[in-house]
């Protein structure tokens, strides 16, 4: 499959908890890992492994994995979470990257 | 801590090839485990993978853009390039290189900044 969705847009209050989705066939196969991309900036690593953190990434941040769906988390979210989310995987021959094609995440 | 330059020229003519070359430091681009990939994003649109070079030279491509892309691999300079033929303007992006691990699973830990690359006359 070449294929990962996700919603493109979410509206969530400050300091509320969203949820952005991502599937694929691929998921069940391989862990989504996920990147923040604020504009004019490079896209950053902030989960993998399903719900790793790199080092710096907050814990309000986490993430999750079920069948063909990953899921990323924001618990508590900030004004500076505001952001594109991209989740990413590999396809099912194991071969090629596949990217989501993004969720803003507008905080209000 | 590793980190990817991209450089090369920001203006490129339809037909031609764009190229450009993605500088590491800090790390080694023959260390093991690593993939060294392209990834670009047109204006206003999301990312997208161009392919990655592994191993000293084996590559793979994104198979929509696959008859056009040599991605190649300097270790004496601890380099690896792009090239893209016959570019378009639907080519217009900015195109980021970025380290990918594989374990415990796949994700691309370091990014260069971007360099936008426009095709027009």
């Known amino acids: 499959s070449s294929d990962l969705t996700q919603d493109p847009a979410v509206s969530v209050a400050l300091g509320q908890t969203v949820e952005i989705t991502c599937q694929g066939a691929?998921?069940?196969?391989?862990?989504a890992s996920w990147y923040q991309q604020k504009p004019g900036q490079a896209p950053l690593l902030i989960i993998y492994?399903?719900?790793n953190r790199p080092s710096g990434i907050p814990d309000r941040f986490s993430g999750s994995s079920s069948g063909i769906t990953s899921s990323l988390t924001i618990t508590g979210i900030q004004a500076g979470d505001e952001a594109d989310y991209y989740c990413?995987?590999?396809?099912?021959?194991?071969?090629?990257?596949?990217f989501g094609g993004g969720t803003k995440v507008t905080v209000l | 801590q590793v980190q990817l330059q991209e450089s090369g020229p920001g203006q490129v003519k339809p037909s031609e090839t764009l190229s450009l070359t993605c500088s590491v430091s800090g790390g080694s681009i023959t260390s093991a485990g690593n993939n060294w990939n392209w990834i670009r994003q047109r204006p206003g649109k999301g990312l997208e993978w161009i392919g990655y070079?592994?191993?000293?030279?084996?590559?793979y491509y994104n198979p929509s853009l696959k008859s056009r892309v040599i991605i190649a691999v300097d270790t004496s300079k601890n380099q690896f390039s792009l090239k893209l033929k016959s570019v378009t303007a639907a080519d217009t992006a900015i195109y980021y290189c970025?380290?990918?691990?594989?374990?415990?699973?796949?994700?691309?830990?370091?990014w260069g900044q971007g360099t936008l690359v426009t095709v027009s006359s």
């Open positions: 990413s995987s590999r396809d099912t021959s194991g071969f090629h990257v596949l």
């Open positions: 691929s998921l069940s196969s391989f862990y």
């Open positions: 070079i592994y191993d000293s030279g084996k590559t």
């Open positions: 492994n399903k719900n």
């Open positions: 970025a380290r990918e691990l594989m374990q415990p699973s796949y994700r691309m830990d370091h």
